[in-house]
């Protein structure tokens, strides 16, 4: 595995941290309960997972700052508020898997909302607030698609049961209901993307891996998620060039996406072309400024560098951006290591 050939290559391997908790089944220790108060999950056979996004005051994109961002629960109706920054980024971490409603509202600028699924990879929301004031009239806050509208209720019934299964960590039964959403909706490819995420789960990644290709098909490519997925896992399989020309591909569909960025960044330092990962990166943390994972990628590329003052302070960042997450007391492992070389280093000097 790609895994182990990176522990053995690099100087301190931090990457690994990063791909051990987004595609393996190994159990850690569970993580701090959110703020949803629901059974956090194990990781990669159950790891929590994140919203971030950002809130603009209008289809100009200017961001909406300090404004109050509510994630809602459609399984268990609990709620949380954030606020967005200056740039109008917000971020939630440690968020069970499931369903949420999104909503942003600003007086005078009105209000916006979207559903988002959390699963294992970072979840991205963008609100444009719709300078009514109010929200939506009949109940129903954000806007519909045509193709949304095509998808017939009993698809849609299964899909949502399957994403609250697994926000319990149910994947095989989770499984069942996205193949019944995807069998009355053939086109349903989100529904076969969170087969493909349920079979990852499962321990199952050829299985996973023909489900991420389905959903790249069915969407004739327009649905980044599953490029970014299936390119993550090529990375796991040592073929970082295919990663990379998926991955590539998966941006060209949604630009603005940070884990987008973040994972091109993974598979470009698997071929060493380290000034273009740190293009990459800068890249992810542009739009999401609080992006803990990037540093831990950061903190590879300087200890390939051999610059283990700078690997120290990506991995401060990371320790004070995600004091719980899983596998920390690796990095702070790693952290001292590097902090060795650097005092064997100043006494060979």
Not at 162 to 177: N, P, R, V
Request: hydrophobic share 40%; net charge neutral; proline share 4%.
């Amino acid at each position: 595995m790609i895994l182990q050939a990176w522990m053995s290559k690099l100087h301190i391997g931090s990457l690994s941290l990063l791909m051990i908790a987004l595609l393996t089944q190994t159990p850690s220790a569970h993580a701090q309960g959110s703020a949803f108060d629901v059974p956090s999950n194990q990781s990669f056979g159950g790891r929590n997972g994140q919203i971030q996004g950002t809130v603009y005051l209008s289809r100009g994109a200017q961001p909406a700052s300090q404004v109050l961002v509510s994630i809602r629960s459609l399984s268990s109706g609990m709620s949380q508020t954030v606020l967005t920054d200056f740039a109008g980024h917000f971020e939630l971490r440690e968020v069970p898997q499931g369903a949420y409603e999104v909503t942003a509202g600003e007086r005078g600028y009105g209000f916006a909302s979207s559903i988002a699924e959390v699963n294992i990879f970072p979840t991205e929301v963008t609100l444009y607030l719709n300078g009514s004031g109010t929200p939506l009239r009949g109940g129903n806050p954000y806007t519909v698609s045509a193709r949304e509208l095509k998808i017939p209720a009993k698809a849609q019934d299964e899909y949502n049961r399957g994403l609250a299964l697994m926000a319990k960590s149910d994947f095989a039964d989770s499984l069942a209901h996205f193949n019944k959403a995807a069998a009355a909706y053939p086109d349903y490819y989100e529904a076969v993307y969170q087969i493909g995420v349920a079979e990852l789960r499962l321990n199952h990644h050829d299985r996973a891996m023909e489900a991420f290709q389905k959903a790249i098909d069915l969407s004739g490519g327009r649905y980044a998620r599953p490029q970014f997925a299936y390119g993550l896992l090529l990375c796991n399989q040592g073929k970082p060039e295919e990663a990379e020309r998926l991955i590539r591909r998966g941006l060209e569909t949604d630009a603005n996406s940070a884990e987008g960025h973040l994972f091109l960044g993974i598979a470009l330092l698997a071929q060493n072309r380290q000034d273009e990962v740190e293009k990459s990166l800068r890249e992810a943390l542009l739009r999401r400024p609080q992006y803990a994972d990037v540093y831990l990628v950061f903190a590879d590329l300087h200890a390939r560098r051999r610059d283990y003052s700078s690997q120290v302070q990506d991995l401060d960042i990371y320790l004070k951006l995600a004091p719980s997450a899983p596998g920390i007391d690796q990095v702070r492992r790693v952290r001292e290591a590097a902090q060795r070389r650097i005092a064997e280093s100043s006494a060979q000097n």
